[in-house]
């Protein structure tokens, strides 16, 4: 959809936002950097760290199995919880109690991981983080479509963008603050999350409960919770294809680095974390400079195709780039092309091509939650193939033809974007 996203299926009024203060701006963004910030530093790092711990000999499939149960849960969750989102009635509004209530589950999910001492627990904590904080989540990304107007959302979108970058970089220094306490490694990011969100809560005082004629929720309704009729949106359907595709060699790069560093650049144990904070904070940097660029250039040239498309080229080079790299220094270019320039173009830019290509404005959070499902699906489902592919050709685990893999169907993900009509 080319025109104002001006409510969702529960608005109480279909006029379009007004433009909102740099204050409210900086305080979304700030909420989203502490909610992104509270699953993706476990996603990306603490995780592993742990099931290394609990798991030295088995990490690699035990790590495989934990990413995409959790990835899988979160599928599950963004979109379901975007819908319940769309039809609360609370008197507190369809958006707050979501977050409240997500972040309240992730923080419990968060002790159960810091005080697990078996496989079975974490993933028990593991999926209660994943399930909870997408509640939050798909409230929170719905305020876009409900608040903020046509005009500001590519800059809202590159700051977003900024803050879910800049989320895992700033993360790792629990890392090396807390090397030994996983309590505090999964549990601050959490902490970090409640206090921005409190803040934006306090902005959302006026935010407005479903209407009272809507449908009851069955069956019927959970279903559509998850599917988009490419008939009836054909564009949104085709981004969505394209997205899932994009993100794939992210989705094995995200998920692998640690082990990337540690069996196959061989980084010394005592080495590991400094490496680890290297190949997290640089390509942060470059993410937090290269997203508003890419928001910026959404908004000048109103190009949101070309800008996928130049991202996917970006993502599957650098994958390459790490699936041959020899030492640490040819593995960190690669890391800062694909999670940096690339990562950085890809935040900065999908949520404005979301809203361009949807059709329905009383189903934003819903087409926002199964938006999240595209952006996420790779980070499950190349998990979940990623030991068919290691395991090809016996001895050493195979990381480059799985890589490579993930550069290919990054590629794929341009074919699509020819199919969508309603934006260039």
């Known amino acids: 959809m080319s025109g104002p996203v001006s409510a969702t299926e529960t608005g109480a009024t279909t006029s379009a936002p007004q433009r909102v203060s740099p204050i409210f701006i900086a305080i979304y963004v700030l909420a989203l950097f502490g909610i992104w910030m509270s699953i993706n530093l476990p996603a990306s790092v603490t995780l592993a760290l742990r099931i290394d711990e609990l798991d030295p000999e088995g990490k690699a499939t035990s790590y495989s199995m934990a990413a995409g149960i959790g990835t899988l849960t979160a599928l599950l969750a963004n979109p379901l919880f975007g819908r319940l989102s769309d039809r609360t009635r609370s008197r507190f509004g369809r958006r707050r ?121 069955g069956f019927r309704e959970f279903l559509g919770s998850f599917y988009v009729n490419p008939r009836k949106s054909p564009d949104f359907s085709a981004f969505l294809v394209a997205m899932f595709l994009v993100t794939c060699a992210w989705g094995v790069v995200s998920t692998y680095t640690v082990y990337l560093l540690q069996d196959r650049i061989a980084v010394p144990e005592e080495e590991l974390p400094s490496v680890i904070t290297l190949a997290y904070v640089i390509p942060g940097i470059l993410a937090v400079i290269f997203a508003p660029i890419a928001g910026w250039l959404n908004d000048r040239t109103g190009r949101r195709k070309l800008v996928l498309a130049a991202t996917a080229v970006l993502m599957a080079a650098g ?92 590629l794929l993900g341009i074919v699509p974007l020819f199919f969508i009509r309603s934006t260039r």
């Open 319 to 410: 994958t390459i780039q790490i699936a041959f790299a020899e030492g640490i220094v040819p593995f960190l270019i690669g890391v800062c092309i694909v999670s940096g320039i690339a990562g950085g173009m890809l935040y900065g830019g999908y949520i404005g091509l979301a809203v361009a290509t949807m059709n329905d404005p009383n189903t934003a959070a819903r087409d926002l939650g199964v938006t999240n499902i595209a952006f996420t699906l790779p980070f499950s489902v190349m998990p979940f193939i990623a030991p068919l592919l290691l395991r090809v050709g016996g001895g050493a685990p195979n990381y480059p033809l799985l890589l490579s893999v993930g550069a290919a169907l990054t």
């Open 97 to 217: 109690p979501w977050i409240v209530v997500g972040l309240s589950g992730t923080f419990a999910g968060a002790g159960v991981i810091g005080f697990s001492n078996s496989m079975p627990l974490l993933l028990l904590g593991w999926i209660m983080m994943q399930a909870f904080v997408n509640a939050a989540i798909a409230a929170s990304l719905a305020i876009v479509a409900d608040r903020i107007p046509e005009k500001q959302q590519g800059f809202v979108g590159a700051l977003s963008g900024m803050a879910a970058s800049a989320a895992i970089p700033v993360g790792v220094f629990f890392v090396q603050w807390f090397p030994s306490n996983v309590l505090a490694q999964f549990g601050l990011p959490v902490a970090v999350a409640v206090v921005f969100c409190g803040l934006l809560l306090v902005l959302l005082r006026d935010d407005k409960p479903a209407r009272g004629d809507i449908s009851p929720f």
